[in-house]
């Protein structure tokens, strides 16, 4: 992960271990200004679920796209992160270089929304039809601070779902991420963000399902195998040829 200071002139951070710790002690990982964050503010670890924050006992409020965080949140790329007046942007670390899949068909296209996580559409699930524009000229307008305007579109194309700038903003780029972008191919769970604005891609039939192969040295199930030990088996079998040799002979003695 790689964390932006937006609107500053400190470095980027780079970060690929399994836990970060963030405050103003000298033996913390990322280490803030005192007037900024406490001595132990908030760890940051990766789990199975993604990247996951936590605010420590001796940490204040925090902000996740300006939305207070008193315990726990769920953290993902392009995310906002506020920690007093300091302002961190996650993102990955390399620029968004998702491989070109199948076309799909315009018959086959799955359902596909934008649904806004923060700014002032917080709460719309935006569907997509053919294409969906986000701007001054398009149907939904995107505010930005300072009267600024920008806009962007998300489309199917040669069947792919393209997300692309159009007019631009200096301040405020078009993101994917986290990433600064122009044009890119979107999958599922992708966070587009522009200025405050944040979308999440949400298209479930857009990824293939995962195939499931068994190994090759998994044997076929036999039906005996749920009758219990094989000398169980022989124990049955043996048991019902006398029963009927028994019976036969019953049965001429009788006779």
Known sequence: MRIEFPNSAREDFHWDAPALRIGSASDND???????????????????????LQVLPQGGRIYVNARPVREKALLRPGDILSVGDCRMLLRAEEEPAHAP???????????????????????RVLPLQDRLELGPLGRIPLELPQGEAASLSVGWREGQLLLEAGQRSARYPLRVNGVPVEQVALRPGDQ???GMHRF???????????EIIPPASAQPHLPEEDAGPR??????IATAAVLALGIAVALLVRF
């Open 30 to 52: 990322l280490i803030l200004a005192s007037h900024q964050a406490g001595p132990y503010h908030l760890r940051i670890q990766l789990d199975r679920r993604g990247w996951v």
């Open 101 to 123: 899949s199948a076309a799909v068909p315009a018959e086959g296209r799955c359902t596909v929304a934008l649904r806004a996580v923060a700014g002032p559409l917080s709460g």
């Open 192 to 194: 587009i963000g522009l």
């Open 200 to 210: 999440v891609v949400d298209a479930p039939g857009l990824e293939p399902e995962p």
């Open 231 to 236: 000398g169980e088996v022989w124990w049955l």
